[in-house]
């Protein structure tokens, strides 16, 4: 009888450490962003997207491409904020939002450029020549912060809830430049039927990691296992694989 309860006893402590170990639903957000994320008919393709399936199906998630979903951006970071068990991606990791999250990655990196028409011939050679313009913003994005750490104040943004409704205020020439990163200007414009090549970077405004967004509750192991498997895509080569699969998709110059 003392063999029996032993035994019941450990396997109810090997079940309760499964348990303890096991990843719980997470609610998986991400926004349009070529090459990085987008839909290709009903299916999320993209960058990131295939390196977050990847990680979902190694770490043990139940979770797949399927339960990813692709809202507007403010509605995704409110809820990143304010709920466990979400995760949004691709987000810049700043010195503003480092404490806000936890964070896995980096995915990539990502150079964020002020972009104008070019029949306006803007020249921006440091941050004090920033103080005169209008610049499109979206809510919550980290366009906003890039352009607070260059002194700019709130009352020179037009603010929207997508970099497409930026770029046609931008052609309409309601606003001086937007903040965006050059492919996913390129790809925004040729979507809109506007001419990407009426338009040029006037000046080069951050540089910064791209990483997974975690719930700034997220236990430590749920971080350290997914951190983990990223690493270990990188070291055996599927993330460069990842990365030419999408190759045409870059428009970059």
Aim: a neutral charge; glycine letters at 4%.
């Amino acid at each position: 009888m003392k063999k029996i309860f032993v035994f019941v006893f450990t396997l109810l402590i090997a079940s309760s450490s499964v348990g303890a170990n096991s990843l719980p639903k997470f609610t998986i957000m991400t926004e349009d962003w070529v090459p990085y994320q987008f839909k290709e008919g009903s299916e999320l393709r993209g960058i990131a997207v295939d390196l977050m399936v990847e990680m979902l199906e190694r770490t043990g998630s139940t979770e797949t491409r399927k339960d990813i979903q692709m809202l507007p951006w403010a509605r995704a970071y409110r809820n990143l904020q304010v709920k466990e068990n979400t995760v949004l991606f691709s987000m810049t990791r700043s010195s503003e939002r480092e404490n806000l999250f936890r964070w896995v990655g980096p995915i990539f990196q990502n150079t964020t450029y002020l972009i104008a028409a070019k029949k306006k011939n803007i020249r921006i050679s440091s941050s004090d020549d920033l103080r005169n313009y209008r610049f499109g913003t979206i809510y919550d994005d980290a366009s906003e912060m890039f352009l607070s750490r260059h002194g700019v104040s709130k009352s020179q943004f037009l603010r929207n809830s997508s970099a497409k409704s930026n770029l046609r205020m931008l052609e309409r020439d309601r606003m001086d430049m937007i903040v965006s990163g050059w492919e996913g200007f390129i790809s925004d414009a040729t979507e809109t039927g506007i001419d990407p090549s009426d338009f040029e970077r006037v000046y080069t405004i951050d540089v910064s990691e791209i990483s997974v967004a975690f719930h700034r509750n997220t236990p430590d192991w749920i971080i350290q296992r997914f951190q983990k498997v990223l690493d270990d895509i990188k070291a055996e080569g599927l993330y460069d694989r990842i990365f030419e699969k999408y190759k045409a998709f870059s428009r970059d110059e």
